[in-house]
């Protein structure tokens, strides 16, 4: 029996066309790119001495890492508050909360950091409205700053610190914090002592996510920031433009792509178990003064034992500031989602303004602007490029992504999670380092400069969404339907089609959302890999905020922040039809 005839009998095999356009893609140039950085086959680590050499290149690389960890430590003191405060009210409002959070993530990077070039330019909304009120006399230097970089790049990164902080919160028993009160601990002492210890698998997942994505910022930092907040991807894809140095472009990717794998290595390891060592009290030392100051600790504890119980018992029934501290908590919770989604409404807002520049508020209303988009050739043939891209990659990537998924949650637990993390690479690994991996695949098959090019390379990231959010289905699928349905003579096929593909439908639609919009909005390796003989709506977007910015791009902004709002809505209405046919998938299967 042949290879393909064994693998297509296992369920690993149905992951086979996934890997496969992985490890052409990205993988195997992959590699090479690191042999390249070797100076392959010397083998040397000449690149990296002359790399470290240079004082700019050092100044760049370790400007990027505190970048990153300022965005980092600024997403977690916002996010953390805000996903308890989410965590913690009725199931109906933190369903619209999250709805609120999701909404912005889906919307075009490209939309949200264009919108803050009109919100922090000298004529944006800060400025002008500081000029109403007379506060200022002239505009404020609010952009092409390191600031304005923070700005930009937390509000991008916020929804994805937020989301991992929401579902580990969700899921702890808060009559653990309820045992703690009652026992007379105060709320602040439960909270650290029992929840915060509970909610730090969150806090790791949402920084190490947001950290290592930061590291591969590009549109961003150069849209919003000055000649001297320039990170090490910008520093990469001026070398790709310029000289195109492989051995030189290899290094600094690679280099990029170590801290990222460094952090990966010490972070993206599961700590479930420092949770229980978190609430065990630490064990005595041998040390004698350690010893004493233990003993003292342990006395001053028993004294106040029965003081802090009276206080608490006092306090229990006693009225507080309750009104007072929710009014707070909303108001901080309303603040963050202003936060989030203040650039989108500023884009529509501006997308009707009948100025001949950007100002804002607008000194009229007309639509001369959306006529401006559909009138220009080069508008809109670039945005029917993206949409035949888009289109491409969604089917390409919901059919192999959903097949992979289906696959992998029918193997060993080891093996699957081993296979995921590789299908993953492609969108936890800074973008950049993806994009030239992905250029010199292409280049070997002569696909640079091709709508199939750009595809195959939109697809690494889109296979990825469609596995993560199918496999999130299947999780909670109960496989005793399928099971009881082919006990009933249905084959698999039929099986599949009758039982499983309509409990499974709104993870597909969820995959397919995320991998059109992930295609839609991509700059960075669609820059690398068209060679300038494609240029897709995200591509004159980019050319359009960096050279003239045109007011068409507001109505095309706007329109693109419409996108994932009727794309939630698809979803919905496909997940509400799907649950009466989930009732009678089973009979169907038998009849």
């Not at 980019?542 to 706007?558: F, K, Y």
Request: proline residues 6%.
């Amino acid at each position: 029996m042949s290879i393909p005839q064994k693998l297509s009998l296992k369920p690993v095999g149905l992951a086979v066309p996934a890997f496969a356009i992985l490890l052409a893609v990205f993988g195997i140039p992959m590699i090479r790119l690191f042999l390249t950085s070797l100076d392959a086959p010397a083998f040397s680590l000449a690149n990296y001495e002359a790399f470290f050499r240079q004082g700019a290149n050092v100044r760049v690389l370790f400007q990027t890492i505190e970048v990153s960890l300022v965005v980092t430590a600024i997403c977690v003191i916002i996010g953390y508050p805000t996903a308890y405060l989410m965590a913690s009210a009725p199931k109906n409002l933190r369903t619209a909360l999250i709805v609120l959070v999701v909404i912005p993530y889906l919307t075009s990077l490209l939309v949200r950091t264009y919108a803050w070039i009109v919100i922090l330019g000298d004529r944006g909304m800060v400025n002008n409205v500081l000029l109403e009120l007379g506060l200022i006399s002239s505009p404020l230097p609010l952009i092409y700053n390191r600031m304005a970089v923070y700005v930009g790049m937390v509000q991008i990164m916020l929804p994805l610190m937020i989301l991992p902080l929401v579902t580990v919160m969700v899921s702890i028993d808060r009559s653990l914090v309820a045992a703690a009160r009652s026992m007379g601990a105060q709320p602040s002492a439960a909270f650290w002592r029992v929840f915060f210890p509970l909610s730090l698998p969150g806090v790791r997942s949402g920084s190490l996510l947001v950290f290592v994505l930061c590291l591969g910022f590009y549109i961003t930092p150069a849209a919003l920031g000055g000649l001297r907040d320039a990170m090490l991807s910008t520093f990469i894809a001026a070398q790709v433009e310029t000289s195109f140095n492989m051995a030189r472009t290899a290094t600094s990717a690679f280099i990029l792509l170590g801290i990222a794998a460094v952090m990966l290595a010490i972070f993206g390891l599961d700590l479930a178990g420092t949770q229980g060592r978190a609430v065990r009290p630490m064990p005595e030392s041998s040390w004698k003064p350690v010893r004493l100051l233990s003993a003292i600790k342990r006395f001053s504890n028993e004294l106040a034992a029965s003081y802090r119980a009276k206080r608490w018992n006092a306090k229990l029934y006693q009225a507080s500031n309750i009104r007072r501290r929710t009014i707070a908590r909303a108001v901080f919770v309303v603040s963050v989602m202003l936060f989030l989604l203040l650039p989108s409404v500023v884009v529509v807002i501006m997308s009707f303004s009948a100025g001949e520049f950007l100002t804002f508020p607008p000194p009229g209303i007309s639509l001369k602007w959306y006529r401006s988009f559909f009138d220009d050739p080069s508008w809109t043939g670039a945005a029917l490029t993206s949409v035949e891209i888009g289109v491409a990659v969604t089917i390409l990537s919901t059919i192999v992504g959903t097949l992979a998924a289906y696959g992998l949650n029918r193997t060993s637990p080891k093996l699957r999670s081993i296979l995921t993390l590789l299908l993953l690479a492609p969108i936890t690994l800074p973008s950049i380092v993806v994009g030239i991996s992905a250029y010199l695949g292409l280049l070997s098959f002569g696909l640079i400069g091709t709508k199939t090019g750009i595809a195959l390379t939109h697809s690494l990231g889109a296979i990825a969404y469609v596995v993560v959010i199918v496999s999130a289905t299947l999780a909670s699928f109960d496989r005793r339907l399928e099971q009881a349905a082919m006990s009933m003579r249905a084959g698999p096929l039929q099986t599949f089609k009758r039982v499983t593909l309509p409990l499974i439908r709104p993870g597909i639609m969820g995959g397919a959302l995320f991998a059109f919009l992930h295609s839609f909005d991509e700059v960075v390796k669609t820059s690398l890999v068209s060679g300038l003989s494609i240029r897709t709506l995200p591509l004159k977007m980019w050319e359009n905020i960096r050279h003239e910015i045109d007011p068409t791009i507001a109505a095309v902004a706007s329109l693109l922040v419409l996108l994932p709002v009727l794309w939630l809505a698809a979803i919905y209405v496909t997940w509400w039809r799907s649950r009466p046919s989930a009732e009678h998938a089973l009979p169907d299967a038998a009849a």
